[in-house]
Nanobody, 123 residues
Framework: VQLQAYGGGLVQAGGSLRLSCAVS????????MAWFRQAPGKERSFVAT????????YYANSVKGRFTISRDNAKNTVYLQMNSLKPEDTAVYYC?????????????????WGQGTQVTVSS
């Protein structure tokens, strides 16, 4: 399975970005998907996850109400819409395919990682 994340960039605080992650190599609709992020000097942390059919979604408390995860199984793509961005959202964002169809917040339950896309939020 290959995951290609894109859509990152530099944005001012309060702005928006949409990340996309294109998946190839296996049946995308079998996988729960997730986004994680890693800020400089910090460990990778969970952002959001969505089950294979999109019926189960949950978020880290730090992004709840500002970020929206979604997927399009026909396009083999998962998205992360990020609104009201804050400087503390600055990180490399990784998309990931989980071991089950349910989605996961655990790095240990991820089978495949994308290469990461940088998001920088200026104050």
């Amino acid at each position: 399975v290959q995951l290609q994340a894109y859509g990152g960039g530099l944005v001012q605080a309060g702005g928006s970005l949409r990340l996309s992650c294109a998946v190839s190599g296996r049946t995308f609709s079998n996988y729960g998907m997730a986004w994680f992020r890693q800020a400089p000097g910090k460990e990778r942390s969970f952002v959001a996850t969505i089950s294979s059919r999109g019926e189960i979604i949950y978020y880290a408390n730090s992004v709840k109400g500002r970020f929206t995860i979604s997927r399009d199984n026909a396009k083999n793509t998962v998205y992360l819409q990020m609104n009201s961005l804050k400087p503390e959202d600055t990180a490399v964002y990784y998309c990931a395919a989980g071991r089950t169809s349910l989605g996961t917040s655990l790095s240990s339950a991820i089978d495949y990682w994308g290469q990461g896309t940088q998001v920088t939020v200026s104050s």
